[in-house]
């Protein structure tokens, strides 16, 4: 490689926010722990917001940035409620661990 | 100087976010997740989403791993749970499929199709502007998401305060 690009394309980006979804995806199939798993739901989130980002510097508009704003409204939203089901569900049975949370299974 | 600051930030950033998910005790993942953050914040720089850099910091890093941090020690979840040493079938699944999506992923990155070195001079020469073009899309394109979001938003504030209320017997 004799000389860098002086901007960094939008393949690095891309690259960035596949390898954040995928070690996302990985905290929530792998882990236990409720918050974890939230955790890397907003990681996956965050790569996804990424890819946007780099999208829309690459086309030139700014809707891939007007999308990412309604992406953190919702995510703001989902952590909200999300974290009061976890509260909820500690309060009755003071763990956060999913797999013991099988009331519904068949 | 800019692909060297990208390298070393996407460094940070993928080490990070391998240790949210690696992290045995929820706090530590927690503050590994604010930092991922950042350096996320410093990638919209770079793109030139300036706005939307300090949105990040101030949304993400600043309310909602905040309300995170509050709740794990709110709980106090954050004493480090046992690694599992069994290997179990639905572990290894979870690692091919996510070893899948990477593959796919590589893919459709490697692929090209995305090749353009710069943006053109419309966000590239915008920090002035860039938050005027931000908000002239916000309020005439998608005005209508914008309303709705607000009305989500209260949604979430009552199922969250409903949600988390002192029961009064319980169920």
């Known amino acids: ?106 | 100087m800019e692909v060297l600051l990208f390298t070393l930030i996407a460094a940070v950033a993928l080490a990070s976010g391998a240790m949210v998910v690696l992290q045995r005790n929820a706090m530590y993942s927690a503050l590994f997740l604010v930092l991922n953050f950042f350096c996320l914040a410093v990638f919209y720089v770079l793109l030139n989403a300036y706005f939307l850099a300090v949105v990040q910091i101030a949304v993400y890093a600043g309310a909602i791993m905040v309300l995170m941090l509050f709740v794990i020690m709110l709980l106090n979840v954050a004493h480090p749970e046992p690694i599992d040493p069994r290997f179990s079938v639905l572990k290894g699944f979870g690692a091919l499929i996510a070893l899948a999506l990477l593959g796919e992923l590589a893919y459709i990155v490697l692929r090209g199709g995305a090749t353009l070195a710069a943006g053109p001079a419309a966000i590239a020469t915008g920090d002035a502007t860039h938050t005027q073009g931000l908000a002239s899309l916000l309020f005439t394109r998608y005005l209508f998401p914008f309303e709705v979001t607000s009305i989500l938003l209260l949604a979430a504030i009552m199922g969250a305060a409903m949600l988390a209320r002192k029961r009064r017997e319980r169920l």
């Open chain 1, 1 to 106: 490689m004799p000389t860098l690009p002086t901007t960094v394309p939008t393949e690095y980006y891309l690259a960035v926010s596949a390898a954040l979804f995928v070690i996302g995806v990985l905290g929530v199939l792998l882990r236990k722990n409720a918050l974890t798993i939230f955790m890397s739901i907003e990681l996956m989130l965050n790569a996804v917001n990424l890819s946007f980002v780099a999208f829309a510097r690459q086309r030139g508009t700014f809707d891939g940035q007007v999308i990412v704003f309604f992406v953190m409204a919702v995510a703001a939203a989902e952590v909200a409620v999300g974290l009061a089901i976890i509260v909820d569900i500690f309060r009755s049975r003071h763990h956060v661990d999913v797999d013991q949370v099988s009331w519904l299974r068949g």
